[in-house]
């Protein structure tokens, strides 16, 4: 897969962007630069994404105020699905929006994902130089199961899935509760799986015990900056 030609492409690109923002940080920061070259480009792909992260606050507005129709036209049709399932889909249409809105910011960040866990991974033939550099005297390519010793996990290790469970925890809390409470309410005839489903929250901690400090770098920063930027955007944007 990382010989693929545009991944090969973007893992190069990000390559250099890493070493021009260590070269930079390093004068500042000294054996920290690395690491933070990596939270650094993840701020950068972020900012890239903030049109996309509007759209996906305002998507939600909409389906909190298309709700009551919503619930209406499935009290309507409960016994005729395809009657049904036209009429959300005329209303969601109606609104300029659809369910699978709020989807985009994760998927617009697949590529970047992929070439960018490449880089960490030293894909593609060459080692990248980045993984020899070290993080709170972790390697930035060890694994939180590499980095523990007997049953003691490396303090820096620690302390960064602990941030990335708190974060989990927010999201739960402060955006997927509300959200799917929504959703439910749109449409009582569902099954109420809200609870199970916002737990998922929770499979970045599990990610972040697999992945190289790198990455659990990046899932962090990208973590936190998706709440607080929802959580800003919910409050700016008129509903």
């Known amino acids: 897969m990382y010989s693929f030609g545009p991944i090969a492409a973007g893992m190069t690109l990000l390559s250099a962007i890493l070493a021009t923002f260590t070269t930079l940080l390093t004068p500042l920061t000294g054996g920290l630069a690395t690491g933070l070259a990596v939270v650094a480009l993840t701020v950068v ?9 509007v759209m996906q606050v305002r998507a939600e507005k909409t389906r909190a105020r298309i709700a009551p129709r919503l619930a209406e036209i499935t009290a309507k049709h409960r016994n005729d699905p395809e009657k049904l399932v036209a009429e959300q889909r005329r209303v969601y249409g ?12 994760a998927l617009a960040q697949m590529p970047v994902v992929i070439a960018l866990y490449g880089v ?6 060459t080692e990248d130089p980045m993984l020899a550099h070290t993080f709170g005297g972790v390697g930035l390519g060890a694994t939180m199961a590499s980095s523990a010793d007997g049953l003691m996990v490396a303090p820096v290790f620690a302390v960064l899935v602990g941030l990335i ?5 927010a999201n739960r809390r402060y955006l997927m509760l509300p959200v799917m409470r929504a959703n439910a309410a749109a449409d009582p005839g569902m099954p109420q799986i809200t609870g199970p489903l916002t737990y998922m929250q929770y499979t970045t901690v599990v990610i972040a015990a697999f992945v190289p400090l790198a990455a659990v770098l990046y899932l962090l920063t990208s973590t936190t900056w998706a709440l607080g930027e929802r959580l800003l955007l919910r409050r700016l944007l008129p509903d």
Request: proline residues 9%; negative net charge; glycine residues 18%.
């Open 45 to 53: 792909v972020r900012l890239l994404l903030v049109p996309l992260g």
């Open 94 to 105: 109606e609104e300029g929006t659809s369910p699978f809105a709020g989807c985009l910011p």
């Open 120 to 125: 960490f991974i030293g894909a593609g033939g």
């Open 165 to 169: 469970a708190l974060v989990a925890w």
